[in-house]
């Protein structure tokens, strides 16, 4: 959700905005600026392929897929769509970035270098995570030499609508966010599946499985949320020496079990989004 500050910067934006690509990431953030005071008539989604969701923008006064001399030079171009289709989309967006155009990327593996020789413009290159769709996401990005310090600040209230924005300098960095908050989530609802498995495993009735493991999923992610105590002091306050937790932990926690495997599947992730730069 907006805050304050980001939805004053939302409501006073008075440029021209371009959404490229209108999914479920860039469907979710559109809602978040609309909700947070962006007015919709200075929007323009360019979607080839257009759900119901989209369509329900356009009834509230967003502009979908005019044709390109309709809709001129962008001041704010966001890029949405996925990173394998960027090369083959990006010359029929480049008409629409002037030399100030401000570009905001969310493709994951994909440069500054490559949505500057791609695109142009003034590119800032951001990584949110799908948490945005109810406005709990997270988002990194660092901005390419040359974002003007206003140009920053638009982009950070266009991000900050969905979630937290952190601000990095090193563009190295992006690989390593996207295996952790990027690809995450996912981490997350395999450990549910995963543990509503092993109930069933144990001997509870799947139903009842499922309900404890998203319960305690999700009501220990808010918990974490709301608690000045870093994650160790929470795991511990829950561990009784001796105890059923304890003893869980010790497999958890021993030479082949969680921090070793999570360790090996974030370098996994690291790598590819590597690979997907190239």
Do not use: H
């Amino acid at each position: 959700m907006a805050t304050s500050t980001s939805s004053d910067a939302l409501k006073n934006f008075t440029g021209s905005l371009v959404l490229a690509g209108a999914g479920k990431m860039g469907g979710a953030m559109l809602s978040g600026w609309l909700d947070g005071g962006l007015d919709a008539k200075r929007v323009t989604i360019i979607e080839p392929f257009p759900s119901d969701d989209t369509r329900d923008f356009v009834a509230r006064g967003v502009r979908l897929n005019p044709e390109t001399k309709d809709i001129g030079t962008a001041d704010v171009l966001v890029l949405a769509v996925k990173p394998q289709m960027f090369r083959d989309a990006g010359p029929q967006l480049k008409p629409l970035v002037g030399s100030s155009t401000l570009v905001v990327s969310i493709m994951a593996g994909t440069t500054i270098a490559a949505l500057s020789e791609v695109c142009g413009g003034k590119v800032i290159r951001a990584m949110p995570n799908t948490p945005a769709a109810i406005g709990r996401g997270i988002t990194v990005a660092v901005p390419a030499d040359g974002v003007a310090p206003d140009q920053r600040a638009v982009a950070d209230a266009l991000l900050r609508a969905t979630g937290g924005v952190e601000w990095v300098d090193d563009e190295a960095l992006m690989d390593a966010v996207t295996a952790v908050s990027g690809s995450g989530p996912a981490y997350v609802f395999l450990l549910a599946e995963e543990l509503a498995r092993a109930g069933v495993a144990a001997g509870l009735p799947e139903a009842l499985a499922t309900t404890l493991a998203r319960a305690t999923v999700s009501g220990s992610g808010e918990l974490l949320r709301l608690s000045d105590l870093d994650s160790a002091t929470l795991r511990k306050n829950v561990t009784s020496p001796g105890g059923t937790t304890a003893a869980a932990l010790e497999v958890l926690m021993g030479a082949n079990g969680f921090q070793p495997l999570l360790t090996k599947a974030i370098a996994a992730a690291t790598k590819r989004s590597k690979e997907l730069a190239k």
